[in-house]
């Protein structure tokens, strides 16, 4: 950076903060009551059909992957709702759904007519309210918030999905045991209700979006293919789903051996292996609160390359570990601390550079586009994962995996968004063909 850059930057008046901003605060209060009702409900849901139903192993795993099925179905098209309508209605309209969705699930139960039919169908619907209000709440922000103000925006967000992850489980679990399975699932319904009235408060007024299409199926899938076309047609944007991709398959595949090598492997035991787990909640954390400043510091292109890095080279160490003493725990755990601090960093950096090159108007479709393909490439990663373990051993696996959690950096590298500094690009106008890249 010259020293005119440096001295312009100096003279430049200083960025307000993101918490003078009376409206995020109420969308950062609304998403976090959210969030947690929805960590407290995915474990509630499954314990209910434990608890109180009785259900099988198999119709519990079935119960969890249909709650997840939305994002493989309905998250494009969600996309194309999220820019057609105005996206605080949305995430009201997706608490107070899912909230009602919920409270029916104990009324049945105190009724004797609850059943496991009834709980797919109820999760289904709940899981279809969280595609949207996840696309919605990614759209949303850049209407609230100014260019400058998206990273400190989304590291606050990022902290709260930190704190959720961490807490909701611990949460629900407490709910569980002190008022039933079923009043812990209506524990979340109420928080969903916390979430729709505090987002109702939001002042900011949205126009209504223009309709290129008309409202038929055709239409819905044309502004779908849009989407998909505007991604995939300019560099950056590819640059980042192709990153996605190669994490979440990798990733989701390691998960599978990594937890099986940590007892079958290591010869750890049930708490050592919740100390290591343990160890990714105060990392969540630490990645969400200094992910705000690095880019100011560091710019943003480094920024993402350094913590995308660290977060997934350190990785390759646990194929190294060996024994189940005191060490092997520490490294563990210091693995997977480094892991999700630096992690939570590059996604806060990553989101914020795909906010600001996307047009308003493609904001749904984008986030849509991105959550599509990282969910959808899970269940290859988590079928790869076993496959791997049995042919070639767990250890081998954990490396081999680790490699292509590593092989991620490269489309990332070879990008122009390594090449970003410390102002944010511009973005990615409308009348640009889709198909021409954007360097």
Same mark, same amino acid.
């Given at each position: 950076m010259t020293d005119?850059?440096?001295?312009?930057?100096?003279?430049?008046?200083?960025?307000?903060?993101?918490?003078?901003?009376?409206?995020?605060?109420? =969308?950062?209060? @609304?998403?976090?009551?959210?969030?947690?009702?929805?960590? *407290?409900?995915?474990?509630? $849901?499954?314990l209910v059909a434990v608890l109180a139903l009785a259900a099988s192993s198999a119709q519990v795993g079935l119960l969890t992957s249909v709650v997840k099925l939305p994002y493989l179905l309905v998250s494009l098209f969600a996309g194309v709702l999220v820019d057609r309508a105005r996206r605080k209605n949305?995430?009201?309209?997706?608490?107070? +759904?899912?909230?009602?969705?919920?409270?029916?699930?104990?009324?049945?139960?105190?009724?004797?007519?609850?059943?496991?039919?009834? =709980?797919?169908?109820?999760?289904?619907?709940?899981?279809?309210?969280?595609? $949207?209000?996840? *696309?919605? @709440?990614?759209?949303? %922000?850049?209407r609230l918030v100014e260019r400058e103000q998206l990273t400190? @925006?989304?590291?606050?967000? +990022?902290?709260?999905?930190?704190?959720?992850?961490?807490?909701?489980?611990?949460?629900?679990?407490?709910?569980?045991?002190?008022?039933?399975?079923?009043?812990? *699932?209506?524990?979340g319904a109420l928080s969903y209700l916390v979430s729709a009235l505090t987002v109702a408060t939001i002042r900011h007024r949205e126009d209504r979006a223009e309709q290129s299409e008309r409202v038929t199926p055709a239409g819905t899938l044309r502004e779908v293919w849009a989407g998909l076309r505007f991604v995939f047609g300019n560099e950056p944007l590819r640059a980042m789903?192709?990153?996605?991709?190669i994490f979440n398959l990798s990733f989701t595949a390691l998960e599978v051996a990594f937890v099986q090598?940590?007892?079958?492997?290591?010869? $750890?035991?049930?708490?050592?292996?919740? %100390?290591?787990?343990?160890? $990714?909640?105060?990392?969540?954390?630490v990645g969400a609160a200094f992910a705000g400043r690095l880019p100011q510091r560091f710019g943003y292109g480094r920024t993402m390359l350094v913590t995308a890095s660290i977060a997934n080279l350190v990785m390759l160490g646990i194929s190294t570990v060996h024994g189940s003493g005191f060490l092997a725990v520490g490294t563990l755990m210091l693995i997977n601390f480094l892991f999700a601090s630096f992690g939570v960093a590059n996604n806060v950096t990553v989101l914020s550079i795909r906010q600001t090159l996307t047009p308003d108007s493609l904001q749904g479709r984008v986030a849509a586009t991105n959550r599509f393909v990282a969910m959808g490439i899970a269940p290859v990663g988590a079928l790869a994962g076993?496959? =791997?373990?049995?042919?070639?051993?767990?250890?081998?696996?954990v490396l081999i995996t680790a490699i292509g959690l590593s092989s991620a950096l490269v489309p990332l590298a070879l990008s122009s968004l390594a090449r970003i500094r410390f102002d944010l690009p511009a973005q990615i106008p409308l009348t640009t063909p889709v198909t021409k890249e954007e360097a």
């Open positions: 005119a850059t440096t001295a312009a930057e100096a003279a430049a008046p200083p960025t307000p903060s993101v918490w003078r901003n009376a409206d995020f605060t109420r =969308l950062w209060t @609304g998403q976090t009551a959210s969030l947690f009702a929805a960590q *407290v409900s995915e474990l509630a $849901l499954p949305i995430l009201i309209a997706t608490d107070l +759904g899912r909230a009602l969705v919920l409270s029916v699930v104990p009324v049945l139960y105190w009724t004797d007519r609850l059943g496991i039919s009834w =709980l797919y169908v109820l999760g289904f619907l709940a899981g279809c309210g969280s595609v $949207l209000f996840d *696309v919605a @709440g990614q759209a949303y %922000l850049p400190r @925006g989304n590291s606050a967000l +990022g902290a709260s999905q930190s704190a959720a992850t961490i807490g909701g489980p611990a949460l629900g679990g407490v709910l569980v045991q002190w008022l039933t399975a079923p009043v812990a *699932v209506l524990a789903t192709v990153m996605a991709s090598f940590m007892p079958r492997t290591l010869g $750890l035991s049930a708490g050592e292996i919740g %100390l290591v787990m343990a160890a $990714l909640g105060p990392g969540f954390l076993g496959l =791997l373990g049995g042919a070639f051993g767990l250890r081998a696996t």
